[in-house]
Nanobody, 123 residues
Framework: VQLQASGGGLVQAGDSLRLSCAFS????????VAWFRQAPGQEREFVSG????????KYSSSAKGRFTISRGNAESTLSLQMNSLQPEDTAVYYC?????????????????WGQGTQVTVSS
């Protein structure tokens, strides 16, 4: 399984960004997929996730109401729409996948990681 994340950048507080993650190598239907982020000096934390074959989604408390996870327009692409970005959202964002039948919500339940994309929000 390979994950390729893209879409990061430098934005101002209140702006929006859309991250994308291309999943390849296996059929994505049986995987739980998620976005994590890691700020300098901090642990990698769960942001949002979904089980590809189902419609239910999960969000961290900081992401709920501002971020939306979805299947992207391209086949086997995961998207994260981030609105009302704040400086505390600054981090490297990673897409992740798990073959364990559920959404990975901790780093130790992730089987595959993408390479990360930097999101920087200026005040």
């Amino acid at each position: 399984v390979q994950l390729q994340a893209s879409g990061g950048g430098l934005v101002q507080a209140g702006d929006s960004l859309r991250l994308s993650c291309a999943f390849s190598g296996r059929t994505v239907n049986n995987y739980g997929v998620a976005w994590f982020r890691q700020a300098p000096g901090q642990e990698r934390e769960f942001v949002s996730g979904m089980f590809w074959a189902q419609s239910s989604t999960k969000y961290s408390s900081s992401a709920k109401g501002r971020f939306t996870i979805s299947r992207g327009n391209a086949e086997s692409t995961l998207s994260l729409q981030m609105n009302s970005l704040q400086p505390e959202d600054t981090a490297v964002y990673y897409c992740a996948a798990s073959s364990r039948g559920k959404v990975p919500q901790t780093a130790d339940t992730v089987d595959y990681w993408g390479q990360g994309t930097q999101v920087t929000v200026s005040s």
